[in-house]
């Protein structure tokens, strides 16, 4: 399991999805990317709204969340 807070856990990671991040870390199983992307194909919400909404992560959660997901993406381009 990663620590979503910090950065040094995902440098061997390529890409991830915002779920696939969540998991990693923990802060969400199997049963919540399942209920989320449920949920998703009848209402337009983004993903973490979904799961803020449904008080399975915090707002802290969700943006250090996009931050490791933007680090992963960055440093992919440079490879």
Wanted: charged share 25%; with cysteine.
């Amino acid at each position: 399991m990663k620590n979503l807070y910090n950065i040094e856990d995902w440098s061997d990671v390529s890409d991830l999805r915002l779920g696939e991040i969540l998991m990693e870390s923990g802060k969400i199983n199997l049963t919540h990317l399942s209920m989320v992307l449920d949920i998703q194909r009848f209402q337009k919400m983004p993903f973490g709204q979904i799961l803020i909404s449904m008080k399975v992560i915090n707002e802290n959660d969700l943006k250090q969340a996009l931050l490791i997901q933007n680090f992963i993406r960055k440093r992919c381009k440079n490879e």
